[in-house]
C-alpha cells in the first residue's frame, strides 16, 4: 500500500487553519542530536539556576560564620575566568580542527583546552581545601552550604568535561573523524561552551556581588 | 565493609512486609526458573532486554507501571483498611509501618505507575503518530527505560532490607533530616527518585526531540494529532521541572550525607526553600501525567465519535497555556504557611486560570461527541467516566485555589480525595483508555470487551465510593495521614471507603480477567486490518503489531487526521494497485548498554544507600566504562534489505488495502 | 469538628467563602455533566434519530463560548479569592470584646505546647480561652513543621523551628472542640490531637488563676524534657517561669528538639515509634 500515492483533500483543512508552511520530513541526524543535546544543557542550566536560587536564599545566612568578602580571594577567581575563557577559545579552534579534520591543531586545541581545565580545577580545588582547613567547610553555615554547593556543582561539571574531553581525543585517535565522532564532538563543544557561561553567572553571582556585600 | 548494612535490616520481627517479599521473591524466582527452563532467556534477551525499538520500550515501561500499580494498590488496600479500624484504636499497623505504607504508595504510584505509564503510552504511539521508524534516541531511550525499572527495584527493595521513608512522598524537611530519620527509609526514596529521574529525563529529551525534529513528510505542527502535542507538552515540562527535582533531592542528599544545611533547623537551613523547590517542581509533575491523558482522550473521543476533534486549535492553544502556566501556580500547595495576602490571592487566581483551558479541553470533547455516531466501545467508556469524574475533581481543585477555602481544607481528607480524583479520573482513567485503544496496535488482537466494560463499571462506582467519603471526612476536620483517631464522625466515613475500596479491587481483577481472557481467545480476537477501531491517525496505516520499521514507506502527509484522509480519498478513487518498490531500511542495533548501565546504577543506588563506598566507585566505574564502550561500537545501525521489508509488509498488505478501499463507505 | 458549624467569626467567613464558591461552579458544572451525558446518550451510534455531522469540528461562535464560560466563572471566583486572601488573612486582626488573649503556640514532638505569657501559664494538648475576645497566636516549632488547626474556629496555619507564624482567632460560643496538627510530623503525630476548652469570660480569670497555683514549673530545663520524642496522653498544667521562654524557642537560642534515638546502625524500627503507641 502506497501512501505517497494519495493526495486528498476532502478533509485536508476542517480546523481553517489555512495554508501552512510545508514540512520536509525528518531532519538529518546532526541536527537531531545537536538539538536534543541543546535541550539537555537547557535542563542543566534549570538544575544550575536552582542551585542559584539556593545561593540567593542562603547568602545572608553566615550562622555567626564567616561572610563571603572575608572567605573570596578574587585574584585566584581571576585566574579561574581567564583559564575557562581561554579555554572556550580553545575548545572552539578543536571544533574547527575536527570540522577540516586537521587532527594535529584538533590535538593541540583540546590538550590545551584540557590542561586550562584542570588548572581550574587545581586552583578550585584549592580554594576549597583550604576553606576547609580553616573550619569554613560547607557545615559550617548556610551560606557556606550554598557557596560549596554551587561552586561545586560547576566543579563537578568541569572534571566531567575534563573526562570526556580526554575520551573524544581518545576516539579521534582511534576512530578518526567519523561521522559520530564529529557530533559528540559539537556536543562537547555545546557543554563546554555552557559550563563557560555558567561560570560567568557564578562569577557574577557569587564572586562579585559577594565581595561587594 | 557492608556500611550500615547488617541482619538487623530485615524486619524478621515484622511479618507482613516479611511475607510479602518473600511471596514477591519466590513469584520472581518462579518467573525467571520458567524462562530459563523454557529457553526463553535468549528471546528475552534479544527481542526484549536489549530491545531499542521504541515499541518495545514502551511496552515494557506499561508492564512495569501495571506491576508497581499492583504494589501500590496493595498499599492502598492496607492504608483503607487500617483507617477504617483504628478508631481509638492502634489498628493492624503501627505506626512505623504505616508511615511507610503512605510514603511508598504515594512515591509509587506517582513515579513508577503514572510516570512510567503515560512515557510507556507516548514512546509506543508517538514515533507511529508522526510517521517516523523510531525515537531521536533509541539506545538513549532503553537507557531512560532500565533507570525507571532501577529506581522500582530500589524501592520495592526497601520492603525486605531496611525500611522506606516515612515521611510522606515528599520527605519534607526537617523530618526527612538526618537527625529527624536517621534510618535509611529517606535514603531508599531519595537515590531511587535520583535514578529514575535521569531516566524520566532522558525520556523528556528524546521525546521533545522526536516531536520537533522526526516528523514525516507534510506532517506540520498543525497537524500532529493532539496526543502528540500533549506528548510535546508534558515532555517541554519534563525538561523543565526534573531537573528542579534531581537539584532539591541533591540539596537533601547533601544535608544526609556530608552535613550541609539547606533545609536543616541548624545553621540557617530553610525549610521554606524546600517547599518552594520541591512544588516548583511537583506542579508541574501534576501536568506532566495529565496532559498525555488528555491526548489520549482527544483520540479517543475522536475516532470513537466518527469526527475529526472538535476546536482543534483551541485545544494546541489550551495544551500550551496549561504548559506554561503550571510553572506559576506552585505557591497554592502552601497557602497557610503566612505568605501574606497578596501574594497567596495572586497565586490562587493564577490556579484558578488553569481551569479555563481545562474547561475549554472539557467543552470541546463535548462537542466532538456533538453530532457524532458514539460507539461505547471500552476506551469510550473510560473518556465519558473521565469526563464526568474529572469536572469534580476540576471543581474541588479550583475550590482548593481560593485561599480562605484552603485554610480549611489544607492537608485534609478532602485535599486527599481530590488529588486522588484527578489522578484516578484523570491519569489513570487515561492511561487505560489508551492501554485499551493502542492495545490491539501494539499486540495484535483486541482486548475482551466485556470483561474491559466490567472493569471500567467497577472501577469507576469504586472510584465513588471510595473517594466521596473522603471528601466528607475532609469536611468533618479530618487531616491525611492520620495512623489512628478518636472522632467518632470520620469512622462511618473510612468504613465506606474502605468498602469503596474493595470494589475497585473488584476492577483490578475484572482488568486481569481481561488480559488473561483475550490471551487465551487471540484468534478470535485479531485484527489484520491493522485498524480496528476505524481510526484517523497514521499509527493506524501500519500493520498490528507494527514492523520493526514501523512502514514500509515514509509516509506523506497532507492534512490533518492523516489516515482518515487517506480512506476518505480511497473511497472516491480506488487506490493504485500496482506493486511498489520497496527500498532497504536503516534501523538502529540492539544494544544492552541501557540493561548494563541500569545493572550498575542499581549498585551504586545500593551501594549509597547503605554506605557501602567501595561499591559505590565499582558501580560509578562500571556506568562510566559502559557508556565508553557504547561510545566505541563501529556499527550502530543495520540494514534491512528491501526484500525483507517486502516480505514483511506483504504479509497483511491485502487485509489493509481492501480495509482503506472500503473506509468511508459506512 | 465539622467545618459547616463554625464556632468563630473567621471560620464562618472561611465556611461561607467554601460554599459560595462551590454553588458558583456548581451553576456551570451541573449542566456540562448533564450535557456530556445527554450528547452522549442521543449521539450513541444506534440512534438513528440523531443527525450524523462529521463536518461539525470548527465553529467560531462556540470557541467564544467555551472559552468565555469558564473564563468568567474564573473571574468571578478570582474575586472572591482576591477579596477573601485579604479579609481572612490569618494575620489579621480579629476585633472582639474585652482586651485580646496573647498565646504564644510551640508544636513539640508529639504534642502542643500553649505558652500564655501574659498570665505566665503554660498548657500542654490543652487550649483554654475565653469565648468572644480575640486570640492573638503567635506560633513555632520545636524541631519537625507541623500545622496547628481547630477546625470549627476556622484558618490553619504552619509552626516552623526558628520562625513565627501569627494567627487570628476568636471563639464565640462556650464548649469544648478539638484542634489537631494537619502536617505530618512522624510517628506520634495523630497523638497531636488537644482540647480546645471555650469557657465564659468570666470564669477565664478563675482558671487561669487556679493554673497559676499548679505546682510543675515550666522553665528551660522542663521546656527541654518535654521537648523529647513522645506521646502526651495527659493534660498536664504549668506556671510560667520566664515569659520570655517562647522567644527563646522562636530564635533557636533553645536549640531544636532531638529526634529518636538510633538504636541499630541499619537503623530500621528504631525509638519514637514504640512511645508513640
Aim: with cysteine; net charge neutral; glycine share 8%.
Amino acid at each position: 500500500m502506497s501512501m505517497t500515492a494519495t493526495a486528498g483533500r476532502a478533509h485536508a483543512d476542517p480546523h481553517h487553519i489555512g495554508r501552512t508552511a510545508e514540512h520536509e520530513g525528518p531532519a538529518p541526524k546532526r541536527i537531531v542530536t545537536a538539538y536534543g543535546f541543546w535541550i539537555f544543557l537547557l535542563s542543566d542550566i534549570v538544575m544550575f539556576s536552582c542551585f542559584f536560587a539556593a545561593y540567593a536564599v542562603l547568602s545572608g545566612q553566615t550562622a555567626d560564620g564567616p561572610k563571603g568578602t572575608e572567605i573570596f580571594e578574587p585574584r585566584n577567581v581571576a585566574i579561574e575566568t581567564v583559564c575557562l575563557l581561554l579555554s572556550s577559545f580553545t575548545c572552539g579552534m578543536a571544533s574547527i580542527a575536527a570540522d577540516v579534520r586537521n587532527r594535529f591543531w584538533f590535538y593541540l586545541g583540546m590538550a590545551v583546552t584540557c590542561g586550562l581545565g584542570l588548572v581550574f580545577l587545581i586552583i578550585e580545588f584549592r580554594e576549597f581545601a583550604d576553606l576547609v582547613s580553616r573550619g569554613y567547610g560547607p557545615s559550617r553555615s548556610a551560606f557556606l552550604t550554598a557557596f560549596f554547593s554551587l561552586v561545586g556543582c560547576h566543579g563537578l561539571h568541569v572534571s566531567a568535561g575534563v573526562l570526556w574531553l580526554l575520551t573524544m581525543m581518545a576516539q579521534v585517535f582511534a576512530k578518526g573523524f567519523r561521522a559520530d565522532v564529529l557530533r559528540r564532538m559539537m556536543c562537547f563543544a555545546l557543554f563546554w561552551h555552557a559550563l563557560d557561561i555558567v561560570w560567568v553567572g557564578v562569577f557574577s553571582v557569587v564572586y562579585l556581588l559577594g565581595s561587594g556585600g | 565493609m557492608l556500611g550500615k548494612l547488617d541482619w538487623s535490616a530485615i524486619p524478621f520481627d515484622q511479618p507482613i512486609p516479611l511475607i510479602a517479599g518473600a511471596v514477591v521473591l519466590v513469584g520472581i524466582l518462579a518467573v525467571l526458573i520458567w524462562v530459563v527452563v523454557k529457553g526463553h532467556l535468549p528471546y528475552l534477551w534479544h527481542e526484549w532486554i536489549t530491545s531499542v525499538d521504541h515499541k518495545r520500550i514502551g511496552v515494557m515501561y506499561i508492564l512495569l507501571a501495571s506491576v508497581m500499580l499492583l504494589r501500590g494498590g496493595s498499599d492502598a488496600i492496607m492504608m483503607r483498611i487500617q483507617q477504617a479500624v483504628a478508631y481509638q484504636s492502634q489498628g493492624y499497623l503501627p505506626p512505623e509501618h504505616y508511615n511507610q505504607i503512605f510514603s511508598a504508595h504515594g512515591t509509587i504510584m506517582i513515579f513508577f505507575v503514572a510516570m512510567p505509564f503515560v512515557i510507556g503510552l507516548m514512546n509506543l504511539v508517538v514515533p507511529l503518530q508522526l510517521g517516523v521508524r523510531d525515537v531521536a534516541f533509541p539506545t538513549l531511550n532503553s537507557v531512560g527505560f532500565w533507570l525507571t525499572a532501577t529506581g522500582a527495584l530500589l524501592v520495592n527493595l526497601s520492603l525486605v532490607i531496611g525500611e522506606f521513608a516515612r515521611t510522606g512522598w515528599l520527605a519534607f524537611p526537617p523530618l526527612s533530616e538526618l537527625s529527624y530519620s536517621p534510618g535509611v527509609g529517606v535514603d531508599y526514596y531519595a537515590w531511587s527518585l535520583q535514578i529514575s529521574g535521569v531516566g524520566t529525563l532522558v525520556a523528556g529529551i528524546n521525546l521533545v526531540t522526536t516531536v520537533l525534529k522526526l516528523r514525516t513528510k507534510g506532517m506540520n505542527y498543525l497537524r500532529m494529532p493532539m496526543f502528540c502535542w500533549t506528548t510535546l507538552a508534558s515532555n517541554l515540562l519534563i525538561v523543565a521541572a526534573f531537573p528542579i527535582l534531581t537539584a532539591t533531592l541533591a540539596m537533601l542528599l547533601l544535608d544526609r550525607y556530608l552535613g550541609f544545611h539547606f533545609f536543616t533547623n541548624e545553621a540557617g537551613g530553610n525549610v521554606m526553600m524546600f517547599m518552594n523547590l520541591i512544588w516548583a517542581w511537583g506542579h508541574p509533575e501534576v501536568y506532566i501525567l495529565v496532559l498525555p491523558a488528555f491526548g489520549i482522550f482527544s483520540e479517543v473521543v475522536s475516532t470513537f465519535s466518527g469526527k475529526a476533534l472538535f476546536g482543534y486549535r483551541s485545544m494546541v492553544l489550551a495544551t500550551m497555556a496549561i504548559c506554561i502556566i503550571s510553572f506559576m501556580v506552585w505557591l497554592h500547595h502552601f497557602f497557610t504557611m503566612g505568605a501574606g495576602p497578596d501574594v497567596n490571592a495572586i497565586f490562587g487566581i493564577a490556579s484558578m486560570i488553569i481551569a479555563i483551558p481545562t474547561g475549554v479541553k472539557i467543552y470541546n470533547w463535548l462537542f466532538t461527541m456533538y453530532g457524532g455516531r458514539i460507539r461505547f466501545e471500552t476506551p469510550m467508556l473510560w473518556s465519558i467516566g473521565f469526563m464526568v469524574t474529572f469536572i469534580v475533581g476540576g471543581l474541588t481543585g479550583v475550590l482548593l485555589a481560593v485561599p480562605p477555602a484552603d485554610f480549611m481544607l489544607h492537608n485534609s481528607m478532602f485535599l486527599v480525595a481530590h488529588f486522588h480524583n484527578v489522578i484516578i479520573g484523570g491519569v489513570l482513567f487515561g492511561a487505560f483508555a489508551g492501554f485499551e485503544y493502542w492495545f490491539p496496535k501494539a499486540f495484535g488482537f483486541r482486548l475482551d470487551e466485556r470483561w474491559g466494560k466490567l472493569a471500567f463499571w467497577f472501577t469507576f462506582l469504586g472510584f465513588f465510593i471510595t473517594f466521596v467519603p473522603l471528601y466528607i471526612a475532609g469536611m468533618l476536620g479530618m487531616t491525611r495521614r492520620m495512623q489512628h483517631y478518636d472522632v467518632a464522625a470520620w469512622r462511618p466515613w473510612m468504613i465506606v471507603a474502605a468498602v469503596g475500596m474493595a470494589v475497585l479491587t473488584i476492577g483490578v481483577i475484572c482488568q486481569i480477567m481481561q488480559i488473561v481472557v483475550s490471551i487465551r481467545n487471540r484468534e478470535a480476537l485479531r485484527d489484520r486490518t491493522g485498524d480496528p477501531w476505524d481510526g484517523r491517525s497514521l499509527e493506524w496505516a501500519t500493520s498490528s503489531p507494527p514492523p520493526v520499521f514501523n512502514f514500509a514507506f515514509d509516509p506523506d502527509v497532507r492534512g490533518e487526521d492523516a489516515y482518515w484522509d487517506l480512506k476518505a480519498h480511497a473511497k472516491r478513487q480506488s487506490l493504485e494497485h500496482e506493486p511498489p518498490e520497496y527500498h532497504d531500511i536503516e534501523m538502529p542495533r540492539n544494544s544492552p548498554t541501557g540493561f548494563v548501565c541500569a545493572f550498575f546504577a542499581t549498585i551504586m543506588g545500593f551501594a549509597l544507600i547503605w554506605h557501602i563506598w567501595w561499591m559505590v566507585i565499582l558501580g560509578g566505574l562500571g556506568a562510566w566504562a559502559t557508556f565508553v564502550v557504547f561510545a566505541w561500537r563501529d556499527h550502530d545501525e543495520y540494514v534491512i534489505p528491501a526484500d525483507e521489508v517486502a516480505r514483511i509488509d506483504r504479509v497483511s498488505i491485502e487485509d489493509r488495502r481492501n480495509l482503506v478501499s472500503m473506509a468511508g463507505s459506512v | 469538628m465539622n467545618l459547616l458549624d463554625p464556632q468563630g467569626p473567621v471560620a464562618a467567613a472561611n465556611s461561607t467563602i467554601l460554599v459560595d464558591s462551590v454553588f458558583i461552579m456548581l451553576a456551570i458544572v451541573v449542566p456540562t455533566i448533564v450535557a456530556i451525558l445527554v450528547f452522549a446518550f442521543w449521539f450513541r451510534a444506534s440512534n438513528p434519530k440523531a443527525r450524523f455531522q462529521p463536518d461539525f469540528v470548527y465553529s467560531g461562535r462556540v470557541e467564544m463560548v467555551v472559552w468565555a464560560i469558564p473564563a468568567l466563572t474564573v473571574i468571578l471566583l478570582g474575586g472572591v479569592a482576591w477579596i477573601g486572601s485579604h479579609q481572612l488573612d490569618p494575620a489579621a486582626p480579629v476585633p472582639g470584646t474585652g482586651s485580646p488573649v496573647r498565646i504564644q503556640a510551640v508544636s513539640l514532638d508529639w504534642k502542643w505546647l500553649f505558652i500564655y505569657p501574659d498570665q505566665r501559664i503554660a498548657t500542654v494538648n490543652t487550649l483554654t480561652v475565653p469565648a468572644g475576645a480575640e486570640l492573638n497566636f503567635q506560633l513555632t516549632s520545636s524541631s519537625v513543621m507541623n500545622v496547628f488547626f481547630i477546625p470549627q474556629l476556622g484558618s490553619m496555619i504552619y509552626t516552623m523551628n526558628g520562625m513565627v507564624t501569627k494567627l487570628n482567632l476568636r471563639a464565640d460560643s462556650e464548649g469544648k472542640l478539638h484542634g489537631l496538627s494537619a502536617h505530618f510530623s512522624g510517628d506520634g503525630f495523630p497523638d497531636m490531637m488537644f482540647d480546645v476548652n471555650v469557657i465564659s469570660p468570666l470564669a477565664f480569670p478563675d482558671w487561669v488563676a487556679a493554673t497559676a497555683k499548679s505546682d510543675a514549673v515550666l522553665n528551660e530545663e522542663s521546656y527541654k524534657k518535654l521537648m523529647q520524642q513522645g506521646v502526651e496522653k495527659g493534660r498536664p498544667v504549668y506556671r510560667l517561669d520566664d515569659p520570655r521562654l517562647f522567644d527563646l524557642i522562636a530564635t533557636q537560642h533553645i536549640p531544636p528538639g532531638p529526634g529518636p534515638e538510633l538504636i541499630s546502625d541499619a537503623g530500621r524500627p528504631h525509638s519514637g515509634g514504640h512511645d508513640a503507641r
